[in-house]
């Protein structure tokens, strides 16, 4: 009974978020804070599912893990959305209004297509930006402080590097008509999903689902210690998409982490992307040092030679 509870637990939820934002108040939908409270919610029950049936206990949340991880969720929430919206959500609107870009079809779709486009937009592009990161050396160094954490836990996902977090947050959403409950509930319906997928929580979804949406067993799998092993299963949410384009990979992976799985702190995470910069001051500078250095020595032996020549 217990295995049959968690193994319905992520579609459980998923359908129970379906359900609130279909029903939902319209005050409720329009609240600044709905989304923010919905998720928190999703996150807090997650992580108490992850004290009853652990997945590893070399996982195991400690103190600094949990307030790293709760630093990264209000960063997200707060500094990276605003940025987000800004610079370019406002800025698809801005143009959608300029170019007379309309799809009125969108709002007159079902509640559940509406939710169902959402998220295909959000994750297909998402794929692709995560895939580019995997295989570009500038777009991996701001995604590579992700895959330096060292255990996977409900709120991991929010981890990573600035940069990356805002680029990995865009898409083309803002060009649709679509209802304001239904962007929400996609959006609270993708939390839900990625927080289960690294989530330390022994919980195995059915077929279908483990089919259609990306789980802890496909996600373990792409934080493997081996950079060549961490290029699949780049779908956040939706590794049906993995499946469409060959890059879908079976497994999983209890060892997480890179560069001999080192934790990065928070400045280092920062900081990582300007790595290759500041290797070439250093490498300058002791190529300067290292000609001061044979200049004086060099002077040195020329004044020797001098002083025993006289």
Not at 25 to 35: M, Y
Not at 146 to 163: D, E, F, R, S
Not at 267 to 296: C, I, N, S, Y
Request: aromatic share 12%; glycine share 4%; hydrophobic share 50%.
């Amino acid at each position: 009974m217990k295995k049959i509870l968690f193994s319905y637990a992520q579609p459980a939820m998923v359908a129970i978020v379906l359900l609130f934002w279909a029903f939902a108040p319209a005050g409720w939908v329009k609240g600044a804070w709905t989304l923010t409270i919905a998720t928190s919610v999703t996150t807090l029950f997650v992580l108490g599912l992850e004290l009853v049936n652990e997945r590893h206990a070399s996982w195991r949340l400690t103190k600094t893990e949990f307030f790293t991880d709760l630093f990264y969720v209000v960063l997200g929430a707060t500094a990276i959305q605003w940025v987000s919206t800004k610079l370019a959500d406002d800025q698809l609107k801005a143009a959608k209004h300029a170019l007379g870009i309309a799809t009125p079809w969108a709002m007159h779709l079902p509640f559940v297509a509406q939710v169902a486009l959402v998220v295909f937009l959000v994750e297909f592009g998402q794929y692709w930006m995560h895939r580019l990161m995997h295989n570009a050396t500038p777009f991996w160094l701001t995604h590579a402080p992700h895959h330096h954490i060292t255990q996977l836990n409900a709120m991991k996902g929010a981890v990573g590097n600035p940069i990356e977090l805002f680029l990995i947050s865009l898409s083309v959403v803002a060009l649709f008509d679509l209802s304001l409950a239904a962007e929400l509930c996609a959006f609270n319906v993708l939390a839900v999903i990625s927080t289960f997928a690294h989530a330390n929580t022994r919980c195995d979804p059915p077929r279908w689902y483990a089919f259609l949406f990306t789980t802890i067993r496909h996600h373990s799998l792409h934080h493997s210690v081996a950079y060549e092993d961490t290029r699949c299963n780049y779908a956040n949410s939706l590794i049906l998409i993995d499946r469409l384009f060959g890059t879908y990979r079976d497994g999983e992976s209890e060892l997480v982490g890179q560069d001999a799985r080192r934790r990065l702190s928070i400045p280092e995470q920062f900081l990582f992307p300007l790595q290759p910069a500041v290797a070439k001051l250093r490498a300058r500078r002791q190529t300067a040092e290292t000609v001061a250095d044979r200049g004086m020595r060099d002077r040195e032996t020329a004044i020797a030679s001098s002083t025993a020549a006289g």
